[in-house]
Each structure stands twice: as structure tokens, then as C-alpha cells.
């Protein structure tokens, strides 16, 4: 299964990491986060907080795990935004997108989730198209008396790469529905804040543009 499913299914089957311990400080500022190798860099709120990255067991790499701090109210499991880079032999990104939506409608056949939406956008960066794809679906945990719909939005960039391979570059925010409201707006704030560079180099691009998902 692929690790952004993984990320979804873990919010209800209570992979508890939890949330973290201390909410960040409300005067705190964000984070500039530098990937000069996958050739790229957003700005990270402050109310997202950086954990340790897993090891690669496959061809997906992980680049950030982060969680969301509570704010006002704990979250019966804590949000998440992990960024991942892996391999690709296209060089446009819709086809990562279709392949996140047969990974789920294969996991709807076998009745361990019942999709109820699914948007896809396109936003542009510079020169480079990006797919924004927003899906919704329940699930149930063993033993729980009600489904949980999870909300987990994607937007996945072409990047070549220092050594002249192809990879997709795919960022996703996961998070219980009950939960959208807040987060959303956020997850929009960090697209738009994303900027494409030259991979290998330091100097940042200027500028972002597109819209987020539309039906």
C-alpha cells in the first residue's frame, strides 16, 4: 500500500503518535523548509510541528512528517502533513494523481473504505503543471460503532532531478473530516506557499500561482 494511504488509515486505526506535547507559540514565526536536491521550498506554519522521518523501506522517499499542534482543543488524532519524493518514468504529474485514486477505488472493492468525494485542480508553478487532487473517504476501525471520514489532499509536482531522473515530488495533508474547516485554509496557505528552484542549486524561484481543487 502506498504511504499516503498508509497516513489516512493510521487516523483512525490510532497509529497514536498523537499529537504534539506543546502547541506552538502564537507569536512564533514559520519555518522556511530547503529541499535543493528534489528542487524545491514552502514555508511551514508554526502550527505544524517537524517529526522524526522514517527509514525508506521502497522507492518513496519521506521528506517531512509533520503534525498538527492543537489550538483551543485537543484533536481525537492529530493531523498530518508529510511530503515524499519517489521515482517516476512520466514526466507529468496526473498520472501520480490517477494512480492515489485506483490505490483507493482498489481499496473500496475490497470494502475497507467507502469513497465519498474526490476534486481534482491543476495549479501551475512557473513553467511546471501540478495536479491538486482532494479526496474524502470512511472508514471504520474493528470494533468501532461508526465510520470516520478522512479528508486528504494532494498536490503532486514534476521535479528532474541533479542526476537527470525523473521523480515526482507529492505533498499531503490527512486529517479527520470533523477537522476541515481549520485545516483546509491552512493546507491552501502551504501550496501556495511552495517554490520551485533549480534542483541541486540554493537560489529560490519566485512565485507560485493556481487555484485548489474544483469539481
Given amino acids: 500500500m502506498r504511504p499516503l494511504l498508509l497516513v489516512g488509515l493510521c487516523l483512525v486505526f490510532a497509529c497514536k503518535k498523537s499529537e504534539p506535547e506543546t502547541p506552538p507559540d502564537a507569536g512564533a514565526d514559520p519555518t522556511e523548509l530547503s529541499f535543493p536536491d528534489q528542487g524545491f521550498a514552502l514555508t511551514l506554519l508554526p502550527t505544524w510541528i517537524p517529526g522524526e522521518l522514517p527509514k525508506s523501506q521502497s522507492e518513496v522517499k519521506v521528506l517531512l512528517d509533520a503534525r498538527r499542534a492543537p489550538v483551543g482543543r485537543p484533536y481525537l488524532v492529530a493531523p498530518r502533513l508529510v511530503i515524499t519524493v519517489e521515482p517516476t518514468g512520466s514526466d507529468h504529474p496526473r498520472r501520480s494523481a490517477e494512480r492515489a485514486l485506483d490505490d483507493l477505488q482498489d481499496l473500496e472493492h475490497k470494502k475497507q473504505l ?102
Avoid: C, N
Fill in 114 to 215: 467507502r469513497l465519498t468525494r474526490k476534486v481534482t485542480g491543476e495549479r501551475r508553478y512557473g513553467e511546471e503543471l501540478a495536479i491538486d487532487l482532494e479526496v474524502a473517504y470512511e472508514v471504520k476501525a474493528e470494533g468501532a460503532p461508526v465510520f470516520r471520514e478522512i479528508v486528504q489532499r494532494s498536490l503532486f509536482v514534476f521535479r528532474r532531478l541533479p542526476d537527470g531522473s525523473r521523480a515526482i515530488v507529492t505533498l499531503t495533508a490527512t486529517f479527520l473530516a470533523e477537522d476541515a474547516a481549520l485545516l483546509l485554509p491552512e493546507t491552501e496557505q502551504t501550496w501556495s506557499g511552495l517554490r520551485l528552484t533549480d534542483p541541486g542549486a540554493a537560489d529560490v524561484d519566485a512565485g507560485m500561482a493556481g487555484k485548489g481543487p474544483s469539481p
